[in-house]
């Protein structure tokens, strides 16, 4: 009756049972195996450490790079804005339309009463923001604060939408000086909280 042989699991070679050595991690038919299989699997769960490590670091890192973050955070707001504005003007039973020019659009976007740019702590206010269409007035009128012979202007605009009282706290509060600077953990941190609320919105559609 022939001798019932296993397969090392370092070299893959078959030897009779009674010749190997089993351990926890496999049978193996020499010293010389035994050794090159755990320094092999040793090299292997350090490279997987050290992936790991990179993997972290890098995330680490891109949360440490405010400008990093606030580039992804504010996609995000602006969308989230944009869905808000959505859902007032249809709970009200209304057309959604530009506050600067007073047009509907297919081409939307979160406009800044005061942009990033002079009034940075306002970026993610939403008493600063409303729909706006993207093209003309966000883009081509760079805001378009003031109007034009074709339209009101986002000042204007908060008028007929909100009255004149209303407005006019809202030009208060975003002309008021104000200081504001993130950590990239802080805006890491809103991003998650936009994204559940933009979930909350989009329920059911």
């Not at 350090?46 to 580039?71: A, C, G, P, S, Y």
């Not at 530009?98 to 702590?121: E, L, N, R």
């Not at 378009?144 to 202007?153: H, R, W």
């Amino acid at each position: 009756m022939a001798t019932a042989t296993l397969k090392c699991t370092n070299c893959k070679d078959r030897f009779p049972r009674d010749q190997m050595t089993p351990l926890p991690a496999g049978n193996f038919h020499s010293q010389d195996c035994i050794i090159e299989y755990a320094i092999r699997e040793g090299g292997k769960k350090i490279k997987t450490k050290e992936k790991k490590d990179h993997v972290l670091r890098k995330k680490v890192f891109q949360i440490n790079d405010v400008r990093h973050q606030h580039k992804l955070t504010q996609a995000v707001f602006n969308k989230l804005r944009r869905l808000q504005e959505f859902k007032w003007f249809s709970d009200r039973g209304l057309e959604p339309y530009c506050i600067s020019c007073g047009k509907t659009s297919t081409d939307w976007c979160c406009g800044h009463f005061k942009t990033v740019g002079s009034q940075g702590s306002l970026r993610y206010d939403e008493m600063n923001t409303y729909l706006q269409c993207n093209r003309y007035c966000n883009m081509g009128l760079s805001g378009n604060i003031g109007g034009n012979k074709n339209s009101a202007g986002y000042l204007k605009g908060l008028e007929l939408r909100f009255g004149k009282e209303k407005a006019n706290k809202i030009i208060k509060y975003c002309e008021s000086d104000k200081v504001k600077k993130w950590t990239g953990q802080e805006l890491f941190d809103m991003r998650k909280q936009f994204n559940l609320e933009i979930k909350q919105l989009t329920k059911g559609e």
